[in-house]
């Protein structure tokens, strides 16, 4: 079945360092790949996606690019805030189905 | 987008009760999806609601346990039953929304944070 796999964390970065969580994915057929975000005390919210191979989603400043060869999907962030500080998931989906969450990472950033 | 609103935001519930998770759409969907986040984990999919027909379970769970309703196009409920401490969790609810299926995302309430004392 379909599965992704996180690095683990916590990640704990100076404010303005450079951010890189890797996500890498199992799936059948053509997934659309997606990164989540959960700030302290608040819902999940989509931080950005990507439908098909060589896209690349981005979103207040977060990068990620679909990679098929190497069934990549890591997210990238030039200079990382504090208010950036959160648990970040990513995710799948094939088809109507639900989406598949990798086990989540959270970043602390420290002023 | 959509907006998702679930009931209740939290509750601390005696072991051996049950509670009951609403979750309301503004928008008519097929699909809804009940999950699960263990503290400190991700999220974990209980089942899949479609409007008419029986809920879908995930290999782990059952209806028993975790009976849904799904009466009409907005709205769905979720029973925790027969409540145990390991059953402390955020349960989500979650719909699709589409455009071209294959670049749905979804959409996720705000979560209730159950604890079973």
């Known amino acids: 079945g379909d599965s992704v796999t996180q690095m683990e964390g916590p990640v704990t970065l100076s404010e303005e360092a450079f951010l890189t969580i890797n996500c890498t994915y199992t799936?059948?057929?053509?997934?659309?790949l997606f990164w989540y975000v959960q700030y302290p005390g608040e819902g999940l919210q989509l931080l950005l996606k990507?439908?098909?191979?060589?896209d690349k989603g981005s979103n207040k400043g977060f990068e990620a690019t679909y990679r098929k060869e190497t069934t990549s999907f890591h997210l990238e962030k030039g200079s990382v805030q504090v208010s950036d500080s959160a648990v970040y998931f990513c995710a799948l989906r094939t088809g109507r189905r639900a989406l598949t969450f990798g086990s989540g990472t959270r970043l602390q950033v420290q002023p | 987008s959509a907006v998702i609103s679930q009931k209740p935001s939290r509750d601390i519930c005696q072991r051996g009760t049950s509670l009951t998770i609403q979750c309301q759409v503004d928008?008519?969907?097929?699909?809804m999806f009940w999950y699960r986040q263990q503290p400190g984990q991700s999220l974990t999919l209980i089942a899949t609601a479609n409007q008419g027909s029986e809920a879908t379970y995930e290999s782990g769970f059952v209806i028993d346990k975790f009976p849904i309703s799904r009466p009409n196009l907005t709205f769905s409920t979720l029973t925790v039953s027969n409540m145990s401490p390991e059953d402390s969790s955020i349960y989500l609810c979650?719909?699709?929304?589409?455009?071209?299926?294959?670049?749905?995302?979804?959409?996720f309430g705000q979560g209730t944070r159950l604890t079973v004392v």
């Open positions: 990507a439908t098909k191979a060589d």
């Open positions: 928008s008519q969907v097929t699909m």
């Open positions: 799936a059948t057929g053509y997934p659309s």
């Open positions: 979650s719909v699709p929304i589409t455009g071209n299926i294959m670049n749905t995302e979804a959409f």
